[in-house]
Nanobody
Framework: QVQLVESGGGLVRAGGSLRLSCAASGSISSINAMGWHRQAPGNQRELVAFISSDGSPHYADSVKGRFTISRGNAKNTMYLQMNSLKPEDTAVYYC???????????????WGRGTQVTVSS
C-alpha cells in the first residue's frame, strides 16, 4: 500500500502562484508514475500533470506553460508549481500514484485526500 498526503492548497488571486506538495509513504518502490488530478464542482476529475516511469513530465493542454511538476531527490515527494493561476484552475487537487508507467485521466492505484485550490478573479 501507498499513502499520499497533499499540502499547499489555499486561496490566491488570479495571476498568483501556489506550490502543492505530495508526500508518499509505504511501498513507494513499486510506484512508476505519480501526478496530479483535479476536480471542480460539477466536473469530472481530470488529469493535470504526471511524471511517467522514464521521468518525463506530461501536462494537460490547459496548464502547459503555467504549471511545473517535479519530484524531490528522495523520490517520496512530488511538487506542482502553479503560476499564472486562473479562476478556472479552482478545484480540489489530488495526488495520485500508479504501478503503471503512466497515469490515466480518471484512474490511479492510489489517491490522496486532496487539497483545495481557490483562485479569485
Amino acid at each position: 500500500q501507498v499513502q499520499l498526503v497533499e499540502s499547499g492548497g489555499g486561496l490566491v488571486r488570479a495571476g498568483g502562484s501556489l506550490r502543492l506538495s505530495c508526500a508518499a509513504s509505504g511501498s513507494i518502490s513499486s510506484i512508476n508514475a505519480m501526478g496530479w488530478h483535479r476536480q471542480a464542482p460539477g466536473n469530472q476529475r481530470e488529469l493535470v500533470a504526471f511524471i511517467s516511469s522514464d521521468g518525463s513530465p506530461h501536462y494537460a493542454d490547459s496548464v502547459k506553460g503555467r504549471f511545473t511538476i517535479s519530484r524531490g531527490n528522495a523520490k517520496n515527494t512530488m511538487y506542482l508549481q502553479m503560476n499564472s493561476l486562473k479562476p478556472e484552475d479552482t478545484a480540489v487537487y489530488y495526488c495520485a500514484a500508479d504501478y503503471s508507467p503512466a497515469l490515466l485521466s480518471d484512474y490511479a492505484d492510489f489517491w490522496g485526500r486532496g487539497t483545495q485550490v481557490t483562485v479569485s478573479s
